[in-house]
């Protein structure tokens, strides 16, 4: 540490040691060295403030340089004529040298500041008095020099100020070093980062692309599984038939044979009985048993004779029966396999239609339509955002497209009607919820127009890449003060609040609303939620959204004009918070004041929101004042969602709105 020390009873050093003062009682030479001794390469630099002169004109003072023991040679400025003097000794009056000024500072010189830099590699000494270009003595120190000074008149006072030793230039230097490679290292794990989301997002690509090509796959299963059932069909109903004829054969045969055995039997009745009467009667019997036995001849002739016709036929029906059941059968195994296949992938597609399903009902917050609304088909069980018409505003939630009418500006808009009926129901509902403590919105939606921002929609969806990436990697060091467990019960409710979205699982996304008036709500839905940001506002400088409908309603009547139809409007965006910070009474409130420590004065400069945070998030009471029991089961009336970026937010939704 520098300080200085007197060569003089006659020269008072104050307690610290940076300031001298002549305290005799007339005009002679007073002198002091300061600590510590300057050598080797080192370089030291400091400032002398001259703070009284007698005359204001810094006669008779030498600030400068002499040898280590300070009664040799010395080296110093005289303020009063702005030139260097060197002297033989302390009593010595010293010989003019080189100009260090182009001012004179007579008259003026009370206050002046003088920077010296002393470079000993070098052996000079350079001056810069009030803030001029340094400039150099032109002479050779010797190897060791102390800071010296001369005063001469009672009073006259010098400070010594910011004096750097080379010990604290080259820590700071050190410093800059490790800051340097610290940014170098941050800005590498930025890279690093960015390049792992880059491949991330390639991978959802792929996996949508994928998740496409097997809808279509099992598309094309159903209708081959179809028609192999009515092949099947087909060939069952042949068979059958053929098995029919062949039933039909053998009954016939079975019933002439049938009637050759009765005759057969009459006939052996008929020579019995011929055997017991008389010769009459046995040739009457005999003729009649001829008679019988030709009849017998001509049956079994017949009966021959439809086994001629019959039984070919049968057989070769048979046999061509046989022929076809045992091609169908073949057919039908090697369908069977196909179709143990294809259930086997539709299977696995099921399974992804039902947590989509699942997906779908937490994000609207009612129950999806099951596979048993509609048929049992394959088209049934697919995810309902092939089933029902959507429009491009709801992207980032189920990523659909719809014809788009083109309006004025670089952006789409479709009026959402009653073919839309999932669209409007989800719209609805979270209208509905957006009601004041938990009770019906009153205002009324009168109708609803989707957005499709265009080429928006890739930056936003880059961002939201971006910041689940960053909420991912700082979840657990992104920490906060919760004495009272406020902020955890705060952050649940806005959770709460939130879409499930798988891709989004630590970032969130939620459907956010602002009102405004006609003419903003157009230049939003062109350009952004850019001109939308507050510099001063209550809990931070950001963009002031909510997720109650009611309370953006409350901000537009009675402040915006409605349009020829009565109709007020209401912008809802769908927005990716990233990490967000609860904001607290106990922590994020001083004693007594009805502001929050992020709030600025409209004069001061903008207090940006928390690092690492990208949102702030506040729950208010019915007087628009911050809630607190949150922790305690106490319902908010209303919230407050500050977002840190304009590309954290995506119009989606032109809402229109009436009193009555």
Same mark, same amino acid.
């Given at each position: 540490?520098?300080?200085?020390?007197?060569?003089?009873?006659?020269?008072? !050093?104050?307690?610290?040691?940076?300031?001298?003062?002549?305290?005799?009682?007339?005009?002679?030479?007073?002198?002091?060295?300061?600590?510590?001794?300057?050598?080797?390469?080192?370089?030291?630099?400091?400032?002398?403030?001259?703070?009284?002169?007698?005359?204001?004109?810094?006669?008779?003072?030498?600030?400068?340089?002499?040898?280590?023991?300070?009664?040799?040679?010395?080296?110093?400025?005289?303020?009063?004529?702005?030139?260097?003097?060197?002297?033989?000794?302390?009593?010595?009056?010293?010989?003019? +040298?080189?100009?260090?000024?182009?001012?004179?500072?007579?008259?003026?010189?009370?206050?002046?500041?003088?920077?010296?830099?002393?470079?000993?590699?070098?052996?000079?000494?350079?001056?810069?008095?009030?803030?001029?270009?340094?400039? +150099?003595?032109?002479?050779?120190?010797?190897?060791?020099?102390?800071?010296?000074?001369?005063?001469?008149?009672?009073?006259?006072?010098?400070?010594?100020?910011?004096?750097?030793?080379?010990?604290?230039?080259?820590?700071?230097?050190? %410093?800059?070093?490790?800051?340097?490679?610290?940014?170098?290292?941050?800005?590498?794990?930025?890279?690093?980062?960015?390049?792992?989301?880059?491949?991330?997002?390639?991978?959802?690509?792929?996996?949508?692309?994928?998740?496409?090509?097997?809808?279509?796959?099992?598309?094309?299963?159903?209708?081959?599984?179809?028609?192999?059932?009515?092949?099947?069909?087909?060939?069952?109903?042949?068979?059958?038939?053929?098995?029919?004829?062949?039933?039909?054969?053998?009954?016939?045969?079975?019933?002439?044979?049938?009637?050759?055995?009765?005759?057969?039997?009459?006939?052996?009745?008929?020579?019995?009985?011929?055997?017991?009467?008389?010769?009459?009667?046995?040739?009457?019997?005999?003729?009649?048993?001829?008679?019988?036995?030709?009849? !017998?001849?001509?049956?079994?002739?017949?009966?021959?004779?439809?086994?001629?016709?019959?039984?070919?036929?049968?057989?070769?029906?048979?046999?061509?029966?046989?022929?076809?059941?045992?091609?169908?059968?073949?057919?039908?195994?090697?369908?069977?396999?196909?179709?143990?296949?294809?259930?086997?992938?539709?299977?696995?597609?099921?399974?992804?239609?039902? %947590?989509?399903?699942?997906?779908?009902?937490?994000?609207?917050?009612?129950?999806?339509?099951?596979?048993?609304?509609?048929?049992?088909?394959?088209?049934?069980?697919?995810?309902?955002?092939?089933?029902?018409?959507?429009?491009?505003?709801?992207?980032?939630?189920?990523?659909?497209?719809?014809?788009?009418?083109?309006?004025? +500006?670089?952006?789409?808009?479709?009026?959402?009607?009653?073919?839309?009926?999932?669209?409007?129901?989800?719209?609805?509902?979270?209208?509905?919820?957006?009601?004041?403590?938990?009770?019906?919105?009153?205002?009324?939606?009168?109708?609803?127009?989707?957005?499709?921002?265009?080429?928006?929609?890739?930056?936003?969806?880059?961002?939201?890449?971006?910041?689940?990436?960053?909420?991912?990697?700082?979840?657990?060091?992104?920490?906060?003060?919760?004495?009272?467990?406020?902020?955890?019960? !705060?952050?649940?409710?806005?959770?709460?609040?939130?879409?499930?979205?798988?891709?989004?699982?630590?970032?969130?996304?939620?459907?956010?609303?602002?009102?405004?008036?006609?003419?903003?709500?157009?230049?939003?839905?062109?350009?952004?939620?850019?001109?939308?940001?507050?510099?001063?506002?209550?809990?931070?400088?950001?963009?002031?959204?909510?997720?109650?409908?009611?309370?953006?309603?409350?901000?537009?009547?009675?402040?915006?004009?409605?349009?020829?139809?009565?109709?007020?409007?209401?912008?809802?965006?769908?927005?990716?918070?990233?990490?967000?910070?609860?904001?607290?009474?106990?922590?994020?409130? %001083?004693?007594?004041?009805?502001?929050?420590?992020?709030?600025?004065?409209?004069?001061?400069?903008?207090?940006?929101?928390?690092?690492?945070?990208?949102?702030?998030?506040?729950?208010?009471?019915?007087?628009?004042?911050?809630?607190?029991?949150?922790?305690?089961?106490?319902?908010?009336?209303?919230?407050?969602?500050?977002?840190?970026?304009?590309?954290?937010?995506?119009?989606?939704?032109?809402?229109?709105?009436?009193?009555?």
């Amino acid at each position: 540490m520098a300080r200085w020390e007197a060569q003089s009873s006659k020269l008072a !050093v104050s307690e610290d040691g940076t300031t001298i003062t002549h305290r005799g009682d007339k005009s002679e030479y007073v002198t002091a060295i300061m600590q510590p001794i300057m050598q080797g390469k080192e370089e030291h630099e400091y400032s002398i403030t001259i703070v009284h002169s007698r005359y204001n004109d810094g006669g008779g003072m030498l600030i400068g340089f002499t040898d280590t023991n300070g009664a040799g040679k010395a080296w110093g400025l005289l303020p009063m004529k702005g030139h260097l003097y060197s002297v033989r000794n302390a009593k010595d009056a010293g010989s003019i +040298g080189k100009q260090m000024t182009g001012k004179d500072l007579s008259s003026q010189v009370k206050g002046a500041v003088i920077k010296v830099v002393v470079n000993m590699e070098k052996r000079t000494v350079f001056y810069a008095i009030n803030g001029e270009p340094p400039v +150099g003595a032109d002479v050779e120190l010797p190897e060791n020099v102390q800071m010296w000074a001369r005063l001469t008149w009672p009073g006259d006072t010098l400070m010594l100020s910011n004096y750097e030793s080379p010990e604290a230039r080259l820590k700071l230097q050190q %410093e800059l070093e490790n800051e340097q490679k610290a940014r170098a290292s941050a800005e590498q794990q930025v890279e690093q980062t960015q390049q792992a989301h880059a491949a991330l997002a390639g991978k959802h690509w792929l996996l949508a692309v994928q998740t496409k090509k097997k809808a279509e796959q099992a598309s094309r299963l159903e209708a081959e599984i179809e028609e192999l059932r009515e092949q099947l069909q087909n060939e069952r109903m042949s068979r059958e038939q053929s098995e029919q004829k062949e039933k039909l054969a053998q009954l016939a045969a079975v019933q002439l044979q049938g009637q050759v055995q009765a005759l057969q039997t009459d006939l052996q009745a008929a020579v019995a009985k011929a055997g017991a009467h008389d010769d009459a009667s046995a040739k009457a019997n005999v003729e009649q048993i001829k008679s019988l036995q030709q009849e !017998v001849t001509d049956l079994k002739k017949s009966l021959e004779e439809a086994r001629a016709q019959s039984s070919p036929e049968a057989a070769e029906a048979v046999e061509a029966a046989q022929e076809q059941l045992e091609h169908h059968l073949n057919k039908r195994a090697q369908a069977q396999q196909d179709v143990q296949v294809a259930n086997q992938t539709v299977q696995e597609l099921q399974e992804q239609v039902t %947590e989509l399903r699942q997906q779908l009902a937490a994000a609207t917050g009612m129950p999806a339509p099951s596979a048993g609304d509609s048929d049992s088909s394959l088209s049934s069980q697919l995810p309902l955002l092939l089933q029902w018409p959507l429009s491009r505003a709801s992207g980032p939630l189920l990523r659909h497209g719809a014809p788009v009418l083109r309006t004025t +500006g670089n952006y789409g808009v479709t009026p959402l009607g009653e073919r839309s009926v999932l669209e409007m129901r989800m719209l609805r509902e979270m209208w509905r919820r957006g009601a004041f403590g938990g009770a019906s919105n009153p205002y009324i939606l009168k109708r609803v127009e989707a957005v499709d921002p265009g080429e928006a929609n890739e930056a936003f969806d880059r961002k939201a890449v971006q910041i689940e990436g960053t909420a991912t990697a700082n979840k657990k060091t992104a920490t906060f003060g919760d004495p009272d467990g406020e902020k955890k019960a !705060v952050q649940e409710k806005l959770k709460s609040r939130c879409v499930r979205a798988e891709a989004l699982k630590n970032a969130g996304l939620v459907l956010a609303f602002y009102g405004t008036s006609h003419e903003s709500a157009h230049k939003i839905c062109e350009k952004g939620y850019s001109s939308c940001m507050s510099e001063h506002g209550e809990y931070g400088q950001g963009i002031y959204v909510t997720t109650y409908a009611q309370k953006a309603c409350d901000s537009v009547v009675g402040t915006m004009e409605a349009n020829n139809d009565g109709e007020f409007i209401v912008m809802g965006g769908w927005v990716v918070p990233g990490l967000t910070y609860p904001i607290s009474k106990s922590v994020d409130f %001083e004693s007594g004041s009805a502001h929050s420590k992020f709030h600025a004065k409209p004069l001061d400069a903008p207090k940006r929101l928390k690092p690492p945070f990208t949102a702030h998030y506040v729950c208010l009471d019915e007087g628009n004042a911050i809630l607190d029991g949150i922790r305690s089961n106490k319902e908010p009336v209303s919230d407050i969602l500050v977002i840190k970026e304009s590309l954290q937010m995506l119009p989606a939704y032109r809402m229109y709105f009436s009193t009555s």
